[in-house]
């Protein structure tokens, strides 16, 4: 059975950091793609970050880039958003998912197919 199970969610000052940890199993880790997604009630989901286990490449939204890290511990089956400079408008659910699927651009989002339960961000003003 696959899981995904995300961790690290809280209430943290503007300007604050978290680590946002997803422990997978159940699937062959080395082969897949994980992904980062955030969503605030009423809009669409955003894709925040990629990591693809199987060559290093990562993706990283505009709106994130320079103040979050995403990073893979393949020995423990689980990757890690490093979330710094939080800023009001990072609050979200986050979600972790991965996909086994080749895509050649990466960011393929459609292909994701495993979620998990999500962690709840808050970054108070």
């Known amino acids: 059975e696959v899981q995904l199970v995300e961790s690290g969610g809280g209430l943290v000052q503007a300007g604050g950091s978290l680590r946002l940890s997803c422990a997978a199993s159940?699937?062959?880790?080395?082969?897949?793609?994980i992904a980062w997604f955030r969503q605030v009630p009423g809009k669409r989901r955003e894709a925040v970050s990629e990591i693809s286990i199987v060559d290093g490449h990562t993706y990283y939204g505009d709106s994130v880039k320079g103040r979050f890290t995403i990073s893979s511990d393949n020995a423990k089956n689980t990757v890690y958003l490093q979330m710094n400079s939080l800023k009001p408008e990072d609050t979200a659910v986050y979600y972790c998912?991965?996909?086994?699927?080749?895509?050649?651009?990466?960011?393929?989002?459609?292909?994701?197919?495993?979620w998990g339960q999500g962690t709840r961000v808050t970054v108070s003003s």
């Open positions: 998912a991965a996909h086994g699927y080749y895509c050649s651009t990466y960011t393929c989002w459609d292909l994701y197919n495993e």
């Open positions: 159940g699937f062959a880790f080395d082969d897949y793609t």
